[in-house]
């Protein structure tokens, strides 16, 4: 496939792996890549720089195609240094391309930029495209309501901010929030976008950092076994409704703050919770597309059947005007 993203990118096929922190590592993003798409390993999972420069090199041993890490710019008062650190290190090791995501990425776009990075930035809105849009950012993500993770609180569904994206940006744009496979992809690029970006199909996958229960139990979620937790917080998530959901909604609603929340939010305890096996009380974040996912399978399996599945729906559209 040829579109922009592929081109801008220097990939074969318009297919991103969404940063998943702790669990989209070296051995998902480099299988993403080798496979023709874009593998993103989430910077901030690692405790420190050294760690981080240590995955870097690691993705680098496992494939010679590009990848991507991505840099959660959370808000200054909780880490401003530790971002700048970060963003030093994947300039440093001359990282090919970097996603934001999270605040405005204005202040820290720049280095990236000299450095001769391709940064893209995800949003849940087209105000915000447009302002990363003008910051620089070189490819835009538009995440739908669908979407897992933090899918924002206007919640507007994919189908509307895709079109509408791919009309009023001038930058490439990527769909994500409910695409699983070829059909949901062809839809999207239907609507004008040149790509997509999926999460939740390769989190059931052996090469993501997770464990054998959790796998599993991704199978048995359906499309409306989701809620959104951190409302409250104005930041919204997109989770599994599962009892650690439960709880953290019934503390929202008894007005508990971020200290109180934090035992109950925190990324760190929800993945050791669930590699321990213990699904009930991890916070599992998943998009709406989990009700369409039944199998677990490779990376490369994954991207042999969403091409041929692409490749049928074209020839079925083509069809349809054939008379």
Known sequence: ????????????????????????????????????GLGIVPAMAFPDVDALREEIRKVRSLTDKPFAFNISLVPE???????????????EEKVPVVETSGQRPDKFIQPLKDAGIIVIHKVTSIRHALAAQSDGADIITMVGAEG?????????????LWAKAAEELDVPVLAAGGIVDGKSMYAAMALGVDG????????????????????????????????????????????????????????????????????LISGRRSYEAMKNGDIDGSQLSMGQGIGRIHEIKSVSDIFTEMLEDFNQVHTRMTQLNSN
């Open 148 to 160: 897992g993770g933090h899918p924002g609180l206007d919640q507007v569904s994919g189908q509307i």
């Open 196 to 263: 997509v970006l999926m999460s939740t199909r390769f989190l059931a996958t052996p090469e993501v950092n997770a464990s054998d229960a959790y796998r599993q139990a991704l199978l048995s979620v359906p499309e409306y076994g989701t809620v959104l937790t951190m409302k409250s917080l104005r930041n919204a998530m997109r989770v599994a409704n599962n009892k650690m959901a439960q709880d953290i909604l019934k503390a929202e609603a008894n007005g508990a703050t971020l200290e109180e929340l934090m035992p």
């Open 77 to 91: 008062v909780v880490m401003p240094a530790v971002i700048n650190d970060y963003i030093q290190v994947l300039i």
């Open 1 to 36: 496939m040829q579109t922009r993203v592929t081109e801008l990118l220097n990939i074969k096929y318009p297919i991103i792996q969404g940063a998943m922190q702790y669990m989209s590592l070296a051995e998902l993003a480099s299988a993403v890549s080798n496979a023709g």
